[in-house]
T-cell receptor
Framework: KNEVEQSPQNLTAQEGEFITINCSYSVGISALHWLQQHPGGGIVSLFMLSSGKKKHGRLIATINIQEKHSSLHITASHPRDSAVYICAVTSGSRLTFGEGTQLTVNP | DTAVSQTPKYLVTQMGNDKSIKCEQNLGHDTMYWYKQDSKKFLKIMFSYNNKELIINETVPNRFSPKSPDKAHLNLHINSLELGDSAVYFC???????????FGPGTRLTVL
């Protein structure tokens, strides 16, 4: 079993919908990352958080350390949000990745 | 200015060859990483250097050898390439261990 589990694996939404992607992990961590990989392949770091909640534009990330769970929310989704969203955790110097969630937002 | 750059972007080569992928960051970061993304898009760390010192060396065949000539560069040399080495290789850097990472554009390696 992977140390970082994401759900769902695939998600299709209509433009404007509120989207939630979940991440659970089984190891002690110092931080959790949300990454975005666009169809062109480039990877961008969206958030790094170790507690609470962070917001950037229409994106919100939350983490519950006790429950070892994080969520990434996208409000008012748009077709340009279509990408793979990857959860990763930092434990020591290591970064361990989830398998990613493929999000497709249809117009 | 590109923060983390990799060359080449695409690399097609025959089995058994030796090849290198170069990575450079101009962010002044102390830590650099190499990741492999397989055909199923799963990312896995291979190596990490901090201040030119190897700090992570995952279970990677010893045909793969990282080299860090200075803090701004981390190159990946691969000997005796095999079909299973075909993947996208990403370089990344961070201010220090455990900090936000910035990724390069990736190098798509195809071994024929």
């Amino acid at each position: 079993k992977n140390e970082v589990e994401q759900s769902p694996q695939n998600l299709t939404a209509q433009e404007g919908e509120f989207i939630t992607i979940n991440c659970s992990y089984s190891v002690g961590i110092s931080a959790l990352h949300w990454l975005q990989q666009h169809p062109g392949g480039g990877i961008v770091s969206l958030f790094m958080l170790s507690s609470g909640k962070k917001k950037h534009g229409r994106l919100i990330a939350t983490i519950n350390i006790q429950e070892k769970h994080s969520s990434l929310h996208i409000t008012a989704s748009h077709p340009r949000d279509s990408a793979v969203y990857i959860c990763a955790v930092t434990s020591g110097s290591r970064l361990t990745f989830g398998e990613g969630t493929q999000l497709t937002v249809n117009p | 200015d590109t923060a983390v750059s990799q060359t080449p972007k695409y690399l097609v080569t025959q089995m058994g060859n030796d090849k290198s992928i170069k990575c450079e960051q101009n962010l002044g970061h102390d830590t650099m990483y190499w990741y492999k993304q397989d055909s199923k898009k799963f990312l896995k760390i291979m190596f990490s250097y901090n201040n030119k010192e190897l700090i992570i060396n995952e279970t990677v065949p010893n045909r793969f050898s990282p080299k860090s000539p200075d803090k701004a560069h981390l190159n990946l040399h691969i000997n005796s390439l095999e079909l299973g080495d075909s993947a996208v290789y990403f370089c990344a850097s961070s201010f220090d261990r455990g900090y936000e990472q910035f990724f390069g554009p990736g190098t798509r390696l195809t071994v024929l």
